[in-house]
């Protein structure tokens, strides 16, 4: 991969950041690490993998994705010089609460790290996309299970990310690909071995 280009991996330090980090890695691409409250944690992983492959980078990224971000001011706060060719929108957020009794504001912040930005972050594929390179994708983690009880927000905000993928994915695939993964609980369960494997083993189908 040139070294000006990269995939952005949004919640990069979570349980299943850290599993896609690496799978990532393994197909020799360069990674914008994002984090939030994690800093220590995605420094700590970005040495790690600087260290595993030599030639390739890896960067970890500030952004507070539970804001209304602008498309500016998401490209500002990238590195100069960096042509982002995929993201993964990995970063969410839980709070418990039902359809009766849930805090606007709560609301407010799933909605912006699940769909708008998101979605935001897309367009800027859209806008680096080369016909010269095809690789150009999103793939977006939401869950299989998208009604979840006593976490409305995070349900019904996920929910809008996988309509948004059924519909975009027909568009045009052969150029941005598109993609919706809905990864079963991994954790904390009683094989949680087994269900990493079987996490990686499905995920690293949708990487070429």
Same mark, same amino acid.
């Given at each position: 991969?040139?070294?000006?280009? #990269?995939? /952005? /991996? +949004?919640?990069?330090?979570?349980?299943?950041?850290? !599993?896609? =980090?690496?799978? /990532?890695?393994?197909?020799?691409?360069?990674?914008?690490? !994002?984090? *939030?409250?994690?800093?220590?944690?995605?420094? =700590?992983?970005?040495?790690?993998?600087?260290?595993?492959?030599?030639?390739?980078?890896?960067?970890?990224?500030?952004?507070?994705?539970?804001?209304?971000?602008?498309?500016?001011?998401?490209?500002?706060?990238?590195?100069?010089?960096?042509?982002?060719?995929?993201?993964? @929108?990995?970063?969410?957020?839980?709070?418990?609460? +039902?359809?009766?009794? #849930?805090? #606007?504001?709560?609301?407010?912040?799933?909605?912006?790290? !699940?769909?708008?930005?998101?979605?935001?972050? %897309?367009? %800027?594929? *859209?806008? @680096?996309?080369?016909? %010269?390179?095809?690789?150009? *994708?999103?793939?977006?983690?939401?869950? $299989? @299970?998208?009604?979840?009880?006593?976490?409305?927000?995070?349900?019904?905000?996920?929910?809008?990310?996988?309509?948004?993928?059924?519909? =975009?994915?027909?568009? $045009?695939?052969?150029?941005?690909?598109? %993609?919706?993964?809905?990864?079963?609980?991994?954790?904390? =369960?009683?094989?949680?071995?087994?269900?990493? +494997?079987? #996490?990686?083993?499905? *995920?690293?189908?949708?990487?070429?």
């Amino acid at each position: 991969m040139p070294e000006d280009e #990269f995939v /952005l /991996l +949004t919640g990069s330090s979570s349980k299943l950041g850290i !599993h896609i =980090a690496e799978l /990532l890695a393994k197909k020799k691409y360069n990674i914008l690490l !994002h984090y *939030f409250k994690s800093k220590k944690e995605t420094i =700590a992983l970005s040495k790690k993998l600087n260290n595993k492959f030599k030639k390739q980078k890896f960067l970890p990224i500030y952004m507070d994705l539970s804001k209304i971000n602008s498309k500016t001011k998401l490209r500002n706060l990238m590195p100069n010089k960096t042509n982002m060719i995929g993201v993964i @929108n990995n970063a969410s957020l839980y709070f418990k609460d +039902t359809k009766n009794n #849930f805090k #606007f504001k709560n609301y407010q912040k799933n909605i912006n790290i !699940h769909y708008r930005n998101p979605l935001t972050l %897309i367009s %800027i594929i *859209f806008e @680096n996309y080369k016909t %010269i390179n095809s690789n150009y *994708f999103a793939i977006n983690i939401t869950d $299989d @299970n998208l009604d979840i009880d006593n976490y409305y927000s995070y349900s019904k905000t996920k929910s809008m990310l996988s309509k948004y993928c059924s519909e =975009a994915s027909i568009v $045009d695939p052969e150029s941005i690909r598109i %993609i919706e993964f809905k990864p079963k609980k991994i954790l904390p =369960a009683k094989d949680s071995l087994k269900n990493i +494997t079987s #996490f990686k083993q499905e *995920f690293i189908k949708l990487l070429k």
